[in-house]
């Protein structure tokens, strides 16, 4: 069950309505992509265009165009842009920590870290 208490949202612990787990779900398959979880990692170091991801990540800028427009859909990045060039950046530091515990679990995983 969901209350509004301000501009919060608050659940009860266990509880994640359909429309919340649907949302939840496309996000997490959306960082089931290797590439988009490189694009993500990237991007908490610091903002970048296309081009400068493409050339760090070893993809095609078209490849990489269409990644961050799905991770943009979906509030995981952000793009600002700066005449000709869009630097893009993680949405919040919820994405960032969702990131890093997302890679701090691998080093829980048998054979991992």
């Not at 429309?19 to 398959?29: G, S």
């Not at 890093?100 to 048998?110: S, V, Y």
Request: aromatic share 2%; proline share 3%; glycine share 8%.
């Amino acid at each position: 069950m969901v209350s509004m208490v301000g501009t919060e949202t608050r659940r009860e612990a266990g509880s994640l309505s359909v429309a919340d787990a649907e949302r939840l779900a496309e996000i997490m398959q959306a960082l089931a992509s290797p590439v988009r979880l490189r694009i993500l990692s990237a991007l908490s170091v610091q903002p970048s265009t296309v081009t400068d991801l493409s050339e760090q990540l070893h993809i095609g800028q078209t490849t990489t165009s269409n990644h961050l427009r799905l991770l943009r859909h979906l509030s995981l990045v952000i793009g600002t842009r700066d005449g000709r060039h869009i630097h893009y950046s993680l949405f919040d530091d919820h994405v960032s920590e969702l990131l890093e515990e997302a890679i701090g679990h691998l080093e829980h995983l048998p054979g991992g870290g």
